[in-house]
């Protein structure tokens, strides 16, 4: 029998280990951005065309590459940043396995030119599918220009995996904006299709957080900071009112490398106890600076997971400096009088000699309780008469005890009133209007009496039944009526999430938005849903992209019900709302009207029936 077991040729194994390194565009962008920074970039920009399926071009102004650099950095395991085993231990740099560059070299067509500063010409390689086409010299820019164009076309299966352009270029921008992060120093350009996404100088941290998020982020930032024997912590946490349904702007970098570690986020979380509900996760963006050889990141091909040798140690400080931070910024400030600016310096105190103390004059015959003679005190009570030299009040009118009893009188129609249309309804039927008898407890719940008893109705869980089954016939039928606004509202959003509401843009205009799109990472809305005329464009949107992306981690649903439940738990009355009767019937018509009228969106009953037998069993104990 022959010989079975033989060595795979490069190419092959090239594009094994891609499938480790490169899973999407987002996973080249982030290799190739990496060891731009590696390279000692002052300015790094990323040109993106169709998603990145078509073209990924990084150039920065690094420190380039010799001709034989350029050749060697597409050989499997070539790298500059270690030489041996335990170099892993004391790795400050972002990339060290020698895979990123072979990877994606054996999935695409890529093109590379690089100068160094002390060289006048630059060299030129451009290789595809793991084989060098052609190698030259040329004029070229000091630094490096990678570009990688129609990614995994040698590998049809792994490209029909791709999904949508906005999904894939969400993924794009959430790796560009852990390494802008991670990077203040360096400036950031994104393109994408010919458009400018990000334009970020160089800077501090907090103003880099504020030119990717959002200028409203300003004023929602905690800063932290902890020095340690065990690790070094600076960042900022975001105040607990600003919160956000979602994980997804919660940042965590190791020796300024994003990293993905529950046990630390748990960290921060337990800070914020007794701040937040159980279902809102805070902003934050932490730096864990540690001496490389007490960790361990030769974990994963991505390099997001690290093991440490004293987690520990690393949860309790970031525990408490996090909680400590939040204590001395967030709370209420009191008043500090051993400040200058203290008030007691703003009085210049007076002589002693020139003190008068004061007096206090007042009429020994004034009677509160004497009546007004020039008035008779028939009615109800009187204001004051002007024409009297002493201004004195008016007296208490004669026949105030009359009042309890008017009052009482009414009580009494209204209760008497109130039993005459007490009208006992079959429980196995929903009662006409005008025969119902509604109440509203707490303005949460709607109690309607039947005839066995009487059913509890969780006002907002009704409702959100009730719009989430009329926003999917409008997303099915095409049908949502749009109430236009007087004056459009303009809204920015981040670069993630208006990469998510343009590819939810059709879907969104079927239940009755009508959105267009303003320049960068903004949008026009030109009416909303007439039934949400009352809610404000800008939180409606947020709301309903925050919303979504919640959905979209916990349940397991197709994009239009996702996008149904979203619209339905933001637009839905809230407990604590009050409402008429007119509006306790509508709800009640509405609600036995669905397909599944006592099923809230979570899962949980929205009617519950309580029977006489029940309530007298209570009593007679």
């Not at 030119?211 to 912590?233: A, K, S, W």
């Not at 730096?287 to 440490?308: C, Q």
């Not at 996090?322 to 200058?340: A, C």
């Not at 609600?591 to 309580?610: D, E, H, M, R, W």
Request: charged share 25%; net charge negative; glycine share 4%.
């Amino acid at each position: 029998m022959s010989d079975i077991i033989q060595l795979l040729p490069d190419a092959v194994a090239n594009q094994i280990a891609a499938g480790e390194v490169v899973q999407r565009p987002a996973s080249a962008v982030k290799e190739l951005v990496e060891n731009a920074i590696d390279a000692g970039a002052g300015k790094i920009q990323l040109i993106i065309k169709d998603a990145g399926k078509s073209l990924i071009q990084v150039i920065d102004d690094g420190c380039g590459m010799s001709l034989t650099d350029a050749r060697m950095c597409f050989e499997r395991h070539a790298t500059s940043k270690i030489r041996k085993a335990d170099d892993l231990f004391a790795i400050r740099t972002m990339g060290f396995r020698g895979e990123a560059m072979a990877s994606i070299a054996a999935i695409a067509q890529v093109e590379l030119k690089t100068r160094r500063h002390e060289d006048e010409l630059g060299t030129c390689i451009f290789i595809e599918g793991s084989e060098v086409i052609s190698q030259e010299a040329c004029s070229a820019n000091t630094g490096t220009s990678i570009s990688v164009k129609n990614l995994f076309y040698n590998t049809p299966a792994r490209r029909n995996f791709l999904k949508s352009n906005p999904v894939e270029m969400r993924h794009i921008i959430d790796e560009f904006q852990r390494v802008a992060l991670a990077n203040p120093q360096i400036f950031f350009t994104l393109h994408h299709d010919g458009q400018e996404v990000y334009h970020l100088p160089n800077a501090q941290l907090k103003q880099r957080i504020v030119h990717l998020f959002g200028n409203n982020y300003n004023q929602r930032l905690v800063p932290v900071e902890e020095d340690t024997t065990i690790i070094n912590l600076r960042g900022f946490v975001g105040k607990p009112e600003f919160a956000r349904k979602t994980r997804g702007e919660q940042f965590f970098f190791v020796n300024n490398r994003f990293i993905r570690d529950a046990y630390l986020n748990h960290a921060v979380l337990t800070a914020f106890e007794e701040l937040l509900p159980d279902d809102c996760f805070p902003f934050y963006v932490l730096f864990i600076d540690i001496d490389p050889s007490k960790i361990d990141i030769n974990v994963h091909p991505t390099k997001t997971e690290i093991k440490y040798q004293d987690e520990k140690a690393i949860y309790a400080i970031i525990r408490s400096a996090v909680k400590r931070s939040l204590g001395r910024y967030n709370i209420t400030p009191s008043l500090d009088f051993d400040q200058e600016n203290s008030i007691e310096h703003l009085i210049t105190p007076k002589p002693f000699e020139e003190i008068v103390a004061p007096t206090i004059s007042f009429n020994p015959d004034f009677n509160p309780f004497a009546a007004d003679k020039k008035q008779p005190l028939r009615e109800y009570p009187n204001f004051r008469d002007s024409s009297s030299s002493d201004h004195r009040s008016a007296a208490i009118p004669m026949n105030w005890d009359t009042l309890y009893e008017i009052s009482k009188k009414e009580t009494n129609l209204q209760h008497e009133m109130h039993e005459e249309k007490l009208i006992s309804v079959d429980e196995q039927e929903v009662s006409k209007p005008s025969e119902r008898q509604l109440f509203q407890i707490h303005n949460r719940f709607i109690l309607s009496q039947i005839k066995s008893g009487f059913m509890l109705i969780s006002q907002q869980a009704a409702h959100e039944r009730i719009l989430y089954e009329r926003f999917l016939q409008q997303l099915q039928n095409h049908s949502g009526l749009s109430q236009q606004s007087l004056f459009p509202q303009s809204v920015t959003l981040n670069g993630a999430d208006f990469e998510l509401l343009r590819e939810l843009l059709p879907d969104i205009k079927a239940l009755g938005f009508d959105i267009r799109e303003f320049g960068k990472n903004t949008v026009v809305v030109d009416g909303i849903p007439a039934d949400l005329n009352n809610v404000g464009e800008h939180e409606l949107l947020e709301h309903l992209l925050e919303g979504f992306k919640n959905n979209m981690a916990i349940l397991k649903v197709d994009k239009r019900d996702n996008l149904a439940r979203s619209l339905a738990r933001n637009a839905a009355i809230k407990t604590g709302t009050k409402l008429s009767l007119e509006e306790m019937n509508q709800l009640i018509d509405q609600l036995f009207a669905c397909q599944s009228p006592n099923q809230a969106l979570n899962g949980k009953p929205v009617i519950s029936t309580f029977t006489l037998a029940e309530l007298m069993e209570r009593f007679e104990k």
